[in-house]
């Protein structure tokens, strides 16, 4: 019995840190997501005001 309460432990900890390795690289992607679109409109933007 003791065994197995520190593998669902263990089992535990590790889809932490999984949902935790996810969601920091959805973050990153999102970030990279949002800051290529604003670059992309401020080139659109610098150049059609010429």
């Given amino acids: 019995m003791e065994f197995m309460r520190g593998k669902t432990k263990e089992n535990i900890i590790d889809k932490l840190t999984t949902g935790i390795a ?3 690289v ?8 949002i800051s290529t679109s604003f670059i992309g409109a ?3 933007h610098i150049i059609y005001d010429r």
């Fill in 42 to 44: 401020y080139l659109l």
């Fill in 22 to 24: 996810v969601l920091g």
């Fill in 26 to 33: 959805a973050i990153i992607y999102l970030l990279g997501a």
